[in-house]
Nanobody, 123 residues
């Protein structure tokens, strides 16, 4: 599975962005997908996860109610809608895929990673 993340950029606090993660090589149907982020000087942390079949989702407490993960089976793409952005959301956002069939928070369980897309939120 190859993953290509896109959609990052510079936005003011309170603004919105939508990140995309397109998969190629194998469809998402056998996988769960996730988004992680890594701020400068910090470890990569879980943001959200979704199962392809059934659409079960899971969110980190820090983004619950502000971010929304979704999938488009026909496009083999997973999205992360970022609303109500805060300066502390500034990070490189990575998409990932795992062959687990439930939402997964542990980054060690993800075998496939995209290259990351930078989100910068100004105050």
């Amino acid at each position: 599975v190859q993953l290509q993340a896109s959609g990052g950029g510079l936005v003011q606090a309170g603004g919105s962005l939508r990140l995309s993660c397109a998969a190629s090589g194998r469809t998402y149907s056998s996988y769960a997908a996730g988004w992680f982020r890594q701020a400068p000087g910090k470890e990569r942390e879980f943001v959200a996860s979704i199962t392809w079949s059934g659409g079960r989702t899971d969110y980190a407490d820090s983004v619950e109610g502000r971010f929304a993960i979704s999938e488009d089976n026909a496009q083999n793409t997973v999205y992360l809608q970022l609303n109500g952005l805060k300066p502390e959301d500034t990070a490189v956002y990575y998409c990932a895929a795992t062959n687990r069939i439930v939402p997964v928070r542990r980054r060690e369980e993800y075998a496939y990673w995209g290259q990351g897309t930078l989100v910068t939120v100004s105050s």
